[in-house]
């Protein structure tokens, strides 16, 4: 069983930067792609952003390119989202996943096994 926890969450205004961090315990967290997608008030949650497991491949949607920045540590076994010039529809809770069936896309929630519990940002105008 993998445990996965986020935290950096916050409220924060437009323009301004959070860092979010993903800890896992348990299962062999070097060996799993790892992915943030997030969830606003009365939407589908939707993929942010994945890594792989040794850290060489990183895809975006494209409504946080150049702004967010996803990376690991698999020594300390934690993922983190660096999020820049944050927008006020950046409001949501931020979901880490771990464990990627590599037959579906990589923005599929359904292709992940293990969630976290969700850390909120909420970006004010």
């Known amino acids: 069983q993998v445990l996965l926890v986020e935290s950096g969450g916050g409220l924060v205004q437009a323009g301004g930067s959070l860092r979010l961090s993903c800890a896992a315990s348990g299962g062999t967290f070097s060996s799993y792609d790892m992915a943030w997608f997030r969830q606003a008030p009365g939407k589908e949650r939707e993929f942010v952003a994945v890594?792989?497991?040794?850290?060489?491949?990183?895809h975006y949607t494209d409504s946080v390119k150049g702004r967010f920045t996803i990376s690991r540590d698999n020594a300390k076994n934690t993922v983190y989202l660096q999020m820049n010039s944050l927008k006020p529809e950046d409001t949501a809770v931020y979901y880490c996943?771990?464990?990627?069936?590599?037959?579906?896309?990589?923005?599929?929630?359904?292709?992940?096994?293990?969630w976290g519990q969700g850390t909120q940002v909420t970006v004010s105008s």
């Open positions: 996943a771990a464990n990627r069936n590599y037959y579906r896309a990589y923005a599929d929630q359904n292709a992940y096994t293990y």
């Open positions: 890594i792989s497991w040794s850290g060489d491949s990183i």
